[in-house]
């Protein structure tokens, strides 16, 4: 997927909900069991699975444009080491937390969450 760096969010979870569609679409080219996929990530990474199992199947809702016609569902998630919670200013993270330099300001298009709380 892409990082924040290169794509604000919710495009992370846009591309891990196309990633599955794909897999889908292409199950038999790929001897790809599509009743059975899982998916996993590590910290950011984590989140974005979280995520992406979370709004599964929900049109609209952080959703993928391509592959409309295939599921968006996952069998199993593994998160480690997942962000769970953006929303807690007072739990640290790191030193610029809440900035808009801050990891999770990065994920927001380099916006301050406090300022931003839709995205």
Same mark, same amino acid.
């Given at each position: ?14 591309? =891990? ?9 292409? =199950? ?50 593994? =998160? ?19 900035? =808009? ?19």
């Amino acid at each position: 997927y892409r990082e924040s760096a290169l794509a604000a969010f919710p495009a992370p979870v846009e591309d =891990a909900k196309t990633g599955i569609r794909f897999l889908r679409a292409h =199950a038999d080219e790929y001897k790809v069991d599509s009743n059975n996929i899982f998916i996993l990530g590590d910290s950011s990474g984590g989140h974005t699975a979280l995520l992406t199992a979370f709004t599964q199947n929900q049109k609209g809702v952080l959703d993928s444009k391509l592959y409309p016609e295939y599921s968006t569902e996952v069998n199993a998630v593994v =998160a480690f080491n997942p962000v769970t919670d953006i929303c807690q200013p007072d739990f640290p993270t790191t030193p610029n937390q809440g900035k =808009a330099d801050s990891p999770e300001g990065m994920e927001i298009g380099n916006k301050m969450f406090i300022e931003n709380p839709s995205l």
